[in-house]
């Protein structure tokens, strides 16, 4: 199967730990979108779920990293990843249910993902690189372990 989402350097914000960590949720839309043409029901359900663990724990790193570096649009920056996390958790509730979620599911993280990149990240990205080392990020995300596990195909 084809990839639906490729990583390409427009979506590097410059920062590596960060940018792995997106580079691992484009992985699992690629995956989600081979359940999808696969019509594999349990495996868009195993996305799901660790897409959404994945998430929140790089919310959670995202903005730790932003608190450290005292970027000032924390608190608008945060209110956007609740608001997804809440979508996350909405498509989980609708899958649990019986309900087809894959498609519109895959469209949603496909727009999501590129703007969260392109536009949102882009407003802290200058804000931590100026105040944060690299060392005192990788210090930040292991403060936050365990992580969970990345997408596996």
Do not use: C
């Amino acid at each position: 199967m084809a990839d639906i989402l490729k990583w390409t350097a427009d979506l590097s914000i410059g920062i590596e730990l960060i940018d792995d960590q997106h580079r691992r949720i484009v992985e699992f839309i690629n995956r989600l979108n081979e359940a999808r043409e696969t019509a594999d029901k349990k495996a868009v359900g195993d996305v799901l779920a660790g897409l959404s663990d994945y998430t929140l724990s790089h919310f959670g790193f995202e903005e730790a990293a932003m608190k450290a570096a005292r970027f000032a649009g924390l608190a608008q920056h945060r209110r956007g990843h609740e608001r997804f996390a809440r979508q996350l958790a909405e498509f989980g509730h609708r899958y649990a249910l019986g309900e087809e979620v894959d498609a519109e599911l895959l469209d949603t993280l496909n727009k999501w993902l590129l703007n969260h990149i392109k536009r949102e990240d882009h407003e802290y990205m200058d804000v931590v690189k100026a105040a944060l080392s690299p060392q005192q990020l990788a210090q930040i995300l292991a403060d936050l372990a365990p992580w969970p596990a990345a997408a596996s195909g």
